[in-house]
């Protein structure tokens, strides 16, 4: 946590440490206290028992599977887009800007509904003939994916932002072509930012439950991701398994954070 | 751009300005106020209904708006509100089961029913329609909705073979009315009150669902402030000549509570009543029947309440 820095100013920067240190520490106990309280509100074997739920279990794999699907899909799409609105200077460009934060600005419900609207009008009931989304697992991941996606696209963006053009650049003037260029130079520089822009878009899957309750429903063993599960227990008053999965989720979203981005920093 | 973006700050906080003195200014400010959990699907009538308890007692009910259960449980833990309108009977036997609740007075009955569109395109007449191939079945989770506990217990092994062949299920009966409306789904059990919220939907009578019925109540939660004030609205929400009125206009069935006897000042109020109702856009069908028959099974806890409030009305005045 100290600095690295050996000239005569390292003494006095020791407050400024301090200061930011005290800070830092503040919000954590703030989050630890959080956890801690609710957890008082759980037991072992409630623990146990969430887990040995068979549709518990089944929430937990859809959850894993659909976040981890929609952290690649929004990764594929965030690449191409975070580079164009990085790098691409054209009219208009402020408002496509503004367009990729719809997602996230859109009341999640509101997603929910405009996926059934859309696939009620006669293209998408069209494209569901090839493959079916209304109330289905590629509904809990198109859900997913349409908030996951906005966060990576912001992600990917600041990330080109900060690598310079002029390596890009030379590699062209030495006979790359633009593909080459970014795909040699460009993309091995990104690697940092591509691992935290999937990171984020698992993350926020895992914690959405908006859109997928009403685009696809809360069907057990079929649709039913694990905050759903939360919001079932609470709607049945089981204050002790709600308690229990969500910590459960806690647990299992820090654990792949962390792997995600130990891989991520791996030189 | 700039600029743009500047006068657009500007306006912005000019009307945040505004509308905080305009939110300061609303008549509320300072009158009594009772806290009141609703469950969502009551909401129409709950709003007329406060409305018209602040016009006539000037106590403004604050309400929020929830699935029976999990405002049970927020309840549970926050241990704060004045009233609870909960829309199924478990629910309010668990809140006194938990000694969450005082006393509870019976205010809706529902019934389960097949929502199809209107015109019924699908032809759907009996339980076994909902098993065919080209009808789109919606279910309410039984674990959490009142609607799917009861239509679980009263159809049985019917249940678990509609739940087999159901397209989707959802939290709440509203979610599977919506989805018909929109058309992601031809046929839905759900309750009658509820499908006569939506005007392009229609109710299909089964007899097979012809016993499952759940009677909403509103219960004086412990935390209340002000019992007094808490029992006197719970008392309006139920007698038929104010709260059973709004109800049947808005399409619930009341149960019928105690007469409301406030004198001269109230009936004169209610005789203008109906223009009231005209205006706000709901057709009056006049104060609704007052039935609680034997052919409906009443809990202990919904016999008339007796204990520590028996003597508020009279001391009030």
Known sequence: MSPKSTDHRAASSLPFWIVIGTIAATYLLFIGVLLASSATYSSPGDWLRALRAREIQYAIWLSLFTCTITAVLSLLVAVPIGYLVSRGQFRGKSWVDAALDIPIVLPPMVIGLCLLILFQTTGGRWFEEFIPMTYTVNGVILAQFIVGSAFAIRTMRSTFDHIASRPEEIAMTLGCSRWQAVRMVTLPLARRGMFSAASIAWARSMGEFGPILVFAGATRMKTEVLPTTVWLELSVGNLEAAVAVSLLMVVMAVVVLVAIRSIGERP | MKKYALSALALLGVALVVGGFIYRSAPTAGVPELDVHCAAGLKKPMELIAAEFLKDYGVQAKINYGGSSS????????????????????????????????????????????????????????????????????????????????ARRVLGDDWERLLAKATVTKPTVTDLAGDLSLGTLDAAIIWDSTASQFKNLEAITIPQLASAQEVASIGVLTSAKDPARAL??????????????????TGFQPTGGDKWSEGERLLAHRRDQKERFEEAGFRWRGNGPTILSKDIEVPPWLKRPTGQFDDVQENRE
């Open chain 2, 232 to 249: 006197q609205m719970a008392r309006y929400l139920a007698a038929p000549e104010t709260g059973g009125s709004i109800l049947t206009a």
């Open chain 2, 71 to 150: 405002l049970l449980s927020s309840i549970r833990i926050s241990k704060k509100g004045d009233l609870l309108l909960a829309a199924d009977q478990s629910t309010m036997d668990d809140a006194q089961r938990l000694g969450l609740v005082q006393e509870v007075i019976p205010v809706v009955i529902q019934k389960l029913v097949v929502a199809v569109a209107k015109g019924n395109p699908k032809e759907i007449q009996q339980l076994s329609d909902l098993l065919r191939d080209d009808v789109r079945l919606g279910l309410v989770n039984a674990e959490s909705a009142s609607a799917g506990k009861v």
